[in-house]
């Protein structure tokens, strides 16, 4: 295979249910009418989301992408956070596009207004998703290690949704557990139309990319590590095949049904080892990706005030990784999981009740290959799959065991949307609700764990019957065992020590509980205009962190009298309390009980010898529950064909969760504290047409946005780092700062702007679509430590040194072409080319230990240049009716 290389040195109600946007990208609105009919309760059963008062478009509260938008931009691995990069105010990973790693099919993590990636709120049709074991681990393996999971529980394939709705600033009070924003993925409906075949329709489809389809930008420095590479970090093959069906439908006139099914599979070939010499040295062994989404739904209106829903979500993901430097080494990593529902609609003559029940099983769990790790002496015909070519190479095998990490979840939530009460001039509609949350969190080693020592002479006899294991721990075959004496070889080997991990479960449960209310007041000024206004309030707490928070929302919408070219200014003041990791508390309780055994000879058995009850070197005090205040203040312009938004939004997070190292005797133990802060200021501006523009049967939908974001953060995400807490000076850049004041590391572009443009018209049976991405993010700086010595380092200064390493800004074109071809009576294929990054754009990003990620050698605090990917295709074909 021919490889392309470019060389370069150097949480909580779901208001889903309620509250739907009017304001769709890409959606067609008649702006006269938004306010008139903002604050009158419209129910349509059936739909799957009831539509109420949108107040998302009246306050401002954030963004919607529409079906229309969904099918029309190009999907990639079709995960529901990376096509949110159309949408302004939400920032991705520094290092998400790297060119290094694109086999990967994990979802992006996204920071919304400033907050962290793992204090989003994520819901699907409604439904929590949020994974909360250990969204902010490391990428490390170890016997108490596991790789971290991702705060988006369900890797959901795009393709199932009618909709997803990003809310960033101006939430209502219906709205709780999260910092950053809040993530809807919104199921669509079943069609109820007499097409497709007998009323149902389905589709089915393929797609596919490779390394072969995708160009590499590698730096000149890493050529060698990426084209001979054994590890993750580097994937010069891959190939990814993504496979979706669906069938919907209505079985009776009341009864509908959605079924879907997708796959996600990529696999990538590396070199089987690191190692040098060996008959396995060179032989290949493939990782992989799997992500599966199995989902049905049924709706069912068995009268005209009465909605019942029932859904069930099976979403697994499945990693393999293996350890390049051992056989019998491969590993695989379990997320995603089950989320099933069910929700009851009823319109009384007094309001909308609402209520769901709904129950999730998610986790973060290691299957391994072995239960145990050893390292022989290299021996020929024996222990040769592998070595290091040295004087005494080594030959290891194993790996770490299976390791259980689950979050069951409970969930009751009901609301009540009450009729508008008419007082004078004022009209008035309560909203109230409340919801219970039961988890139950644990981690269960499932087999013990055995380490063996170093190898040990066999002499005199040969290896005996193990005592204790069912698999070698000896050896008859000569090696030049330790080195030591090359011209008295061994005459064989076995171990005589091994430390046993034991084998158990820790668990935690935690009830949760929130009330609100909310009161949407709008005041008719006849001449002088109209004041919308949402006074909210949310009660919450927990048994975990044993606090109770209260969180008052606040938002006005003032909307000019004149009703052509219409004007409105928005306001906000809110606060929202966010959630406390169940990782915190899991780490804590990871004790590290082993016990070790020895034995005198091969043929002798395995004697216990020391036994120790290890603590955790983790230590969990109560925290307080992190929090935001956010002010927002914008404006919203209709200028006929387009509309024009405006607003500011500045956010200061409290109280937030940092890690913090102490040293206790000769080790050191980790624990969290409140100490964090953060501020951020995020400017956003959006234009849009209102209808589609049509020139010459070509209907045109333009999106421009724009975004600028200044991100304080008086930690580090990822690791304990006492220099925050200490807060001392720092030369940073030639100037004496706090290190408090330094940059923040990732999810903090200074300003990005962007262009969506999508072409369509029909020609005779077929429709042809034309959609373009065009993507400008500024450059930032990152700080990098200086050494004595280095460029820029001051000699006479005692202090800590940084220096700034400038990462310029990327621009990149994304594109989608498609065609479809209506063959025989609303049966229709379909073609999709997808081409990112087509102007094959050289952009360079920053990867560190701030990005969670191991660079081996590399302080936390020093960044590296990566690239991000080059041009790459994607094809997809299909069929439908």
Known sequence: MKINIIYIKGFFFPCAICFVSNLSLYATQDSSSTEQSS???????????????????????????????????????????????????VQFDNAQLKSSTPGEIDPANISISGGLFYQNNFQLDGFNMNNDLDPNGGATNGPNALRSGRSQGLAVDTSLLESIQVQDSNISAAYGGFTGGVVEANVRKPRADKGGLFGWHGGVSYQFTSSDLTQYFIDESQETNFITSSNENYQPNFTKHLIRANLEGYATQNLGIITSFSTTRSFIPLKGYSLDIGTEANATREQHRYIDNYYIKTHYNPSEKLTLEASLAYMPQDNTYYNNVAKHSFYSMKSGGIQSGLKALYDSNIGLWSNTLSYSFMQNSRESEKNYFMSWYYSQGDKDWAGTNSRSPRASEGGYGDMEQIQNTLNYKSNMNFESLDLWKSEHTLNIGFEANYTHAYRNRKNPYYSFGNPTELKNKPCGTDSMFDFATCSNTQTQGDGKTPNAPWQGQYFNQVTESKSGEIALDNLAY???????????????????????????????????TLAPRFSLNYTAPWEEYKSELIFGANRYYGRNLLSYRLYELVANNTQSYSRNDSHSSWTPTTTTDGKSSYDFQRLNVPYSDELMGGIMQNLGLF??????????????????????????????????????????????????????????????????????????????????????????????????????????????????????FKLWRTRWLFNNFFRYRGGYDAMVLLNKGAAGHNPNSTLKQYGKMHFDGAFSWDMRLGFEMNVWRGNIVFVNFDIYNMLNTRNKAALSGTNGAMIPGIPSSASVAVYEIGRQFWIQGGYKF
């Open 643 to 760: 509309n024009l938004s405006a607003k500011y939004i500045y956010r200061h997070g409290q109280d937030e969760v940092m890690q913090k190292s102490i040293k206790q005797n000769k080790s050191s133990i980790t624990t969290w504290t409140n100490d964090g802060e953060s501020q951020s200021h995020i400017i956003t501006l959006s234009l849009q047409n209102t209808k589609p523009l049509e020139i010459y049967g070509v209907k045109n939908h333009i999106l421009f946005a724009f975004d600028y974001t200044k991100v304080a953060r008086s930690y580090n995400l990822y690791s304990p780092d006492d220099a925050y807490l200490n807060n001392d000076d720092i030369i940073y850049d030639g100037v004496q700062i706090k290190y408090k004041d330094r940059p923040a590391e990732n999810f903090a572009r200074p300003f990005t702007l962007r262009l969506s443009t999508t072409h369509t």
């Open 39 to 89: 604050q009158h309760r419209s129910v349509k059963f059936s739909t799957s989301i009831i539509t109420a008062t949108p107040t998302t478009t009246t306050y401002k509260s954030g963004s919607k992408l529409n079906k229309t938008m969904l099918d029309s931009t190009p999907s990639g691995n079709g995960d529901i956070t990376s096509i949110l990069k159309i949408i302004p105010n």
């Open 514 to 548: 929130g009330i609100y209310a909310e009161d949407s007041i709008l005041l008719d000024l006849e001449q002088i205009g109209k004041i919308q206004t949402r006074l909210g309030l949310r009660l919450d707490g927990d048994t975990y962190m044993q606090k109770h």
